[in-house]
Structure formats: structure tokens, C-alpha cells
């Protein structure tokens, strides 16, 4: 079984002057990528969930992604926020949810320039992203937030709303009324991202026109990308489920079909997703009569499908969830885990081999430590409220 120590000895070679690198199958960070925001702030997020543990060590690493954070050369010291990474200069959502998490843990768990780095998160992400009349964040601007991009995403909402809980944990006791207005709002969005799942007969959009009118279409010729595929993305409904249920149990008056909508959400992606092509496991992205589109299996998505499964058996007492995540977790450690490194292989094909069409290499440890972390502990808004 997957070791959570020897998970994060792996991450530790991730460490790099500007924070935290992207790390190939040999545990090297890849020397030709640039630091992106996304990856320092998500190790940083793992190495405060080490500190909450006791890890020896971590509290120095959380301290050297705080550092690199606020100092490095991703914060933007004259237009404010951070670049997304240090040859890309614009500002984005998803980044800066991260940064937001990143700062949050850091503060829960105690470590020094934490609570200055939760502050400017906030800040930048309330002022430039949040929009208050959609209950929703927009996507990108230019470095100087003079332009702001047409296109809308769910994909940044989603991790805005794992940033505003973790927040709002971290703030809770000291600043109410921030707590409050970010659980509201983590609140607002996630009852709007279901809305528009159970519109769709359990199939979330992704893509959005500036108006939040959804653009099935997007990235039609681009079905692969990253972080903006085309069609129903299986992993994102997995993840949507479980965050309803951290915020169910976390926000004062939430809507009241959430929890029915978790089930839903998460029944669709299990059925429709698992070996939809004939092969085990759940492909990428399915179109929208759910047909695989690309059907390369990822380890986050199946690290977000066991981690739906163990929140919901937690809120539900409902047996069965548990019994999916024990059998999708065997398959995770026939299929994806690499003895090697001690992390999981990050693509594979359907037939089983390492894949690349999507991710190279190994990038991070955000998703299968939070799987491991998540077994047997409480549901609370964030992970390092759960460990605390």
C-alpha cells in the first residue's frame, strides 16, 4: 500500500530555489518547466498538512513555500497577485486559489508569515476574482488587471471553494465576519455548479461564456488539455461531491439539497465513468452522451474518486461508499502506484501503460496525499482543519 512518508520524502526533491519544482518519474524536477504558481503553492499546502502530522522537517519546507510565496519572484510586487508561473505572466484564478490554500494551511498550522500570506490571498482574490452578483470567480486577467478574459471556468471555482473553506477554517475564532462571508460564498458557488449538473442530467459543464451561459463546445479540437478538456471531466465530478459535503457540514444554513446532490453527482460519475470504454477504470473525459473522449486515466481522478467515496460514507454511514473506495484504491495500488518513487504514476492508458498524452512525469503530491489523509478522519471544511 501506498506510504504516506515515502509519498512525501518523494516530494521533498521537489524543492527548488523559487519554492517548489515539477518533478518527473524519476523524482527529478524537470529542469526545461518554469516554477509555476500552482505547484509551489500546492506542496506548500502538503508540506503544512506534513507539519499538522509532525513530520520532522516539514515546518521548514511550508516556511521555504511561504517565503517563495511572498518574496520569490511569482508575487508581483508592483501590479499586485502573482504570475502564474516565471515565464507567464498572467493572472488567473486557478493559481491564485492555491496561493489562497497554500496561506490557509499555513496559518492552521501555525507556520511564521503564514497569516501575512493568507491576507494578500484573500485580498487579491476577493478584489480581482470574486464576483458577487454571478456567486461565481472569473478566470484570467493580464498582469496589470486592465483586461480581464471572456472565458469562465469551473474548474477554478471548484479549487475557489476548497480555498474559501480552508480560509474561513483557518480564520475561524479570530475573524468572524471574514469566516462567515467565505463560507457563504463557497456556499453559493458550489450550489450553483450542481444547479447546472442537475440541469444536465448529472453532466457538469465546464466552460462558460462571460455571461455563465455554458459553452459545450470548448476545446472541441483540444479534447486533451490539462486544465480546460472538452466535454464532462469524471474527476471534477467526484470532486464537486465531496466538496458539497464540506460544505454541508461546515456552512450555517446551506441549501438543503446538497447532500442529495453529492449523491447524485457521485452516482452519475461512478457509473457512467468506471470502465465506460471497456477497460477498468475511468477515463479522462466522457462527450456529452458519455462516450469516452479521452480515455487516458488519470491518478487524480481516481485519487478524487476514493476521496468522494470515504467523505460520503463519513456523512452518509452508508457502507457501500466505503466498499467503492476500498476497490478503487486496490486498483490504484495494482495500476497506478510506482514502487519506485513511492508516488502514483500521474497517466496511464487504458491498457495499463504509463502515458504522457496529458502529464509528464510525476508533478506533485496534492491529490494522493489528501486521499491518504482523508480515510478515517472527521469531514470538515478543509483537510488541515480535519488534521488539526
Known amino acids: 500500500m501506498t506510504d504516506l512518508d515515502r509519498l512525501l520524502d518523494f516530494a521533498e526533491r521537489s524543492r527548488v530555489p523559487g519554492g517548489f519544482g515539477y518533478l518527473g518519474d524519476d523524482g527529478r524536477v524537470l529542469p526545461d518547466r518554469p516554477v509555476?504558481?500552482?505547484?509551489?503553492?500546492?506542496?506548500?499546502?502538503?508540506?503544512?498538512?506534513?507539519?499538522?502530522?509532525?513530520?520532522?522537517?516539514?515546518?521548514e519546507l511550508v516556511r521555504h513555500g511561504v517565503v517563495a510565496l511572498t518574496?520569490?519572484?511569482?508575487r508581483d510586487a508592483e501590479d499586485g497577485g502573482w504570475r502564474a508561473s516565471t515565464d507567464d505572466d498572467t493572472k488567473a484564478a486557478y493559481p491564485h486559489a492555491f496561493v489562497m490554500l497554500?496561506?490557509?494551511?499555513a496559518v492552521t498550522a501555525g507556520v511564521r508569515g503564514g497569516a501575512e500570506l493568507l491576507e494578500a490571498a484573500i485580498g487579491v482574490w476577493q478584489d480581482r476574482f470574486w464576483d458577487d452578483d454571478a456567486g461565481m470567480a472569473v478566470e484570467q486577467w493580464d498582469r496589470t488587471w486592465s483586461r480581464l478574459?471572456?472565458?469562465?471556468?469551473?474548474?477554478?471555482?471548484m479549487h475557489g471553494v476548497e480555498a474559501s473553506l480552508a480560509a474561513a477554517d483557518a480564520l475561524a475564532g479570530t475573524d468572524p465576519v471574514t469566516t462567515e462571508r467565505l463560507r457563504q460564498q463557497a456556499s453559493r458557488t458550489a450550489d450553483r455548479a450542481m444547479g447546472w449538473a442537475r440541469e444536465r442530467g448529472w453532466r457538469l459543464p465546464e466552460h462558460f461564456t462571460s455571461d455563465w451561459v455554458p459553452d459545450l463546445e470548448y476545446n472541441r479540437e483540444q479534447p486533451a488539455d490539462p486544465f480546460r478538456p472538452y466535454g464532462v471531466t469524471v474527476g471534477h465530478l467526484f470532486e464537486w461531491a465531496r466538496l458539497a459535503m464540506h460544505v454541508q457540514v461546515i456552512?450555517?444554513?446551506?441549501?438543503?439539497?446538497?447532500?442529495?446532490?453529492?449523491?447524485?453527482l457521485f452516482a452519475a460519475a461512478a457509473d457512467r465513468g468506471w470502465g465506460a470504454d471497456g477497460h477498468p477504470g475511468f477515463p479522462y473525459t466522457l462527450d456529452w452522451a458519455d462516450r469516452p473522449v479521452v480515455p487516458a486515466r488519470m491518478h487524480w481522478v481516481l485519487c478524487e474518486a476514493i476521496a468522494a467515496a470515504l467523505v460520503l460514507a463519513q456523512v452518509t454511514g452508508e457502507a457501500s461508499y466505503r466498499e467503492r473506495a476500498a476497490e478503487w484504491r486496490d486498483y490504484g495500488e495494482r495500476s497506478f502506484a510506482d514502487p519506485a518513487t513511492g508516488s502514483w504514476h500521474h497517466e496511464l492508458t487504458p491498457g495499463g501503460e504509463v502515458g504522457s498524452g496529458t502529464w509528464a512525469g510525476q508533478p506533485d503530491a496534492y491529490h494522493l496525499a489528501q486521499m491518504l489523509l482523508l480515510d478515517g478522519r472527521p469531514v470538515r471544511g478543509s483537510m488541515a482543519a480535519a488534521l488539526r
Open 36 to 59: 509555476e504558481t500552482w505547484i509551489v503553492a500546492r506542496m506548500t499546502h502538503v508540506f503544512g498538512l506534513a507539519r499538522l502530522l509532525g513530520r520532522p522537517g516539514a515546518d
Open 71 to 74: 518574496e520569490g519572484p511569482l
Open 102 to 105: 497554500a496561506g490557509s494551511t
Open 149 to 157: 478574459d471572456d472565458y469562465r471556468g469551473i474548474n477554478a471555482n
Open 251 to 264: 456552512t450555517p444554513g446551506p441549501p438543503d439539497r446538497l447532500r442529495d446532490d453529492a449523491v447524485a
